[in-house]
């Protein structure tokens, strides 16, 4: 069954990681990190089962692009349960679309 397609976009506050469910996206999914002006935003991901609602006991990785001081999009093409980006120095947006 085909998922229908879905765009969010999220603040990242400081200090705060932001954590998302990634099961309302499809599995092919394309994230878009937005670090702040001179800030940086770390991106990684989970294929943890429930990761998004228990994020201490999740496994997380690195996402693909790293550690971003300038906007940058890649696709996931794979199951992943949760996302988590936490922003450096300025605030920043994730975006998703899946």
């Given at each position: ?18 954590v ?60 992943i ?9 300025a ?8």
């Amino acid at each position: 069954m085909t998922q229908p397609f879905r765009a969010r976009s999220y603040p990242v506050i400081i200090g705060t990681p932001r954590v998302v469910d990634m099961a309302a996206f499809g599995h092919e999914t394309t994230i878009t990190g937005r670090p702040g002006a001179s800030g940086t935003l770390q991106i990684e991901y989970s294929t943890t089962p429930r990761a998004a609602g228990d994020p201490a006991s999740a496994a997380w990785q690195n996402w693909p692009l790293g550690t971003l001081s300038a906007i940058a999009s890649d696709s996931l093409v794979s199951s992943i349960t949760a996302l988590r980006a936490t922003a450096f120095t300025a605030d920043g947006i994730l975006e998703v679309v899946g």
